[in-house]
């Protein structure tokens, strides 16, 4: 049967393949381009923590064959959420579940990996080199998108998923508006070693941590292990199934990621050089170290073993939040409407969700229920609710205007925190509470339509 509507999506990302496998499944027309020249391009491979909300969103879009092989190359999961002073001493420290469900659980994955399963079957719908440069609505209802190439693709409806800097949103809502927080946020990558791997004790060797600091100065870690070793094979102790499914993936002959720990750091960019956005990765790490003077030896020694060409700097944007605007065949979804902070470590959930939300409704689209305007109209009132809802409580977490980073109550409202997790700390019942409310917040209990 023929697809009755066909969907231009802008960019590749997360949340825009997540959104054309969708579409693919339900047999709904879909094409998306991409300003990246080839699959390859961008080979970094930070970390995603893929809680449950996005975990569904991508087992209800991806063949059950491709889902699979995502979970098949899932990095280890964290089992400890920590809380570190600048001293790497103890605050608070929360064991997770172990979680064997394959869809309701906390993932841990890197972002070239994601990309590199996404791509995997939609090789013909994806048009690498396509530089969106602006659209037009045409008479008959339909919708066109041009390149920079001098080509381009009409479509009844038009998707941004273009990111923060979408040009799909300038255009289409010039008032929505992404504003940077006040925070500049460095990351890099240390391969893991034998030696490095000795560096952190066990707790935060198997478990995310975060380290709040004076001054606002805030860190974290994280350990990605693979099921692959550093040439590429599958390592030994992987299940058969998993292991037959990762040797058979044609993604990862695109995907240079290894074992590695993850080490970042984030401050108020009053503390910052002016130029921290334009200098080097091992500029960067000086700077670092030049700001973390009392920190722990190991941090420090993390700094020295930092393979500096993944260093990079990252100025932290949030959007303003802005009313509902009337319903065209221009849609956006992730970061193109809602960029937040890392602070709840939801963007990219949140850019899945708005794929399988969409999905769904131009599934109602598909089968008559609803025309293609009012699918997605429904679409963009629950997405604005949720998605403005977690820009708002990301800024709140990792904001300039956080009272962390005054000099004076900064220093109050640390100790303050410090004060009361260490409390928790030493207290099972307020623990186990405190789990149960971040598993709630990471969509372990949501139940969305």
Known sequence: MASPFHVIVIGAGTGG?????????AGIGVAVYE??????????????????????????????????TFVATCARAPRYFNMLDEHFDEVLSLRLRDDTDPVDSEKSVSRMTLRQVLLTGLEDAVHFGKDFQRYQTNPDGTVTAFFADGTSATGDLLVAADGTRSRVRRQYLPHARVVPSGIVAISAKVPLTDETRNLLPPKVFFGISTIFAPKGFFGILHVMEFPWDRAGRVKGGIGGNDAELIAQWPGLLYDNT??????????STRWLPGDVLSLSGPELVTVVRELTPTWSPTFHTLLDRTDTSTCVPIDVATSEPIP?????????LGDAIHTMTPGRGVGANTA????????????????????????????????????????????????????MHRPVIGRLALA?????????NHLPPLKKKMTDDLYRYRGFERDDD
């Open 35 to 68: 300003r990246d020249r080839t699959r390859s391009d961008g080979l970094y491979g930070y970390r995603v923590g893929i809680d449950p909300d996005g975990s569904r969103a991508l087992h209800q879009c991806l063949p059950p064959d491709l889902y699979e």
């Open 352 to 403: 899945l969700r708005d794929a399988a939300l969409l999905t769904r409704r131009l599934i109602d689209a598909r089968d008559g229920r609803l025309s293609l305007l009012e699918a997605v109209h429904r679409y963009e009132t629950k997405m604005i609710d949720y998605g403005f809802r977690a820009v708002l409580d990301s800024r709140k977490q990792q904001g300039g205007d956080n009272p």
């Open 17 to 25: 393949m997540c959104l054309a496998h969708g579409l693919r499944r």
């Open 416 to 424: 303050g925190m410090r004060t009361a997790m260490r409390t928790v």
């Open 324 to 332: 509902a605007w009337p319903t065209t065949n221009v849609t956006l």
């Open 258 to 267: 290894r074992d590695y720990i993850n080490w970042g750091f984030a401050a």
